[in-house]
């Protein structure tokens, strides 16, 4: 068998333009752009590649971004202040606050202090705990493990039912994906670094969510016959025949595994271009619902 390689970029542009048209309208009800503000704190590469990233894609899409950008010493204080101004602002509709923050901010304490309506990331503890109890649903949920939904879903995987398997535990991806697949009523199994017998569980799983990490780590031969996998993993590994001396690679090794399974993403270009995109309709939604509330 050879795998369908699942397309994130058709897919999230398809959406990006939807979001772009639906800023538009915005615009053209209220007289200016929906805001999103960003909080990042730290010279984390990765994260100041992530928070340009979302820059560049909300300046496309005509979503209006405030960044606070704040240096590795910020104090819990400075963190707080930032989004309290964020929270303020009228022209604010979500905010993102860039994990992980510097270790002496308290991580728990700063979501907390978020705005429930601005929280688009889904990362206040009151939505992550909706998020997990039965028959309620929060108003907005992590952008990763959404965009994976998307995929799911517009590959026409079946969800409810299914074994899905999540390797890995985050609380920005695994856990808050092992919610999401409760709800859409798969059978739900979490693996991580802990895990003795990581191979036999994978083999009953009719959908993988690999977010672990390691890059190249879960093999085909772990794999049912069929199955869907969504390789959330971007790990960079040296690559000396590359100009740039390295690549990227998912925790999936994509070499072995399109030979077993049915469809898997394509790393990078997978699920990457779909967070950004997923960040972008909640904006969207809670810019439709702050301002619809203040008609009221
Ligand atoms: N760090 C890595 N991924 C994410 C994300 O989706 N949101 C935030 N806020 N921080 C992250």
Known sequence: MTATIIDGNVIAN???EEI??????FKEQYGYSPGLGVVLAGDNPASQQYVRMKQNACKKAGIESVSHIMT???????????VAQLNQDPKIHGILVQLPLPQQVDEESILRQVSLDKDVDGFHPINIGMLGMKGRDPLFTPATPTGCMVLLNEIGATIEGANAVVVGRSNIVGLPMALMLIKANATVTVVHSRTKN???IL????????AIGKPNFIKGHWLKPGSVVIDVGTNRVDDPESEKGYKWVGDVDLESAQNVVSAITKVPGGVGPMTITMLMHNTMKAAWRIEQAKQR
């Open 14 to 16: 398809r959406m990006r």
């Open 20 to 25: 772009a048209q639906d800023a538009q309208r």
């Open 72 to 82: 590795k010493d910020s104090t819990q204080a400075e963190v707080e202040a930032a």
């Open 198 to 200: 990581m191979p036999d």
């Open 203 to 210: 083999k009953q799983a009719d959908i993988v969510i690999a």
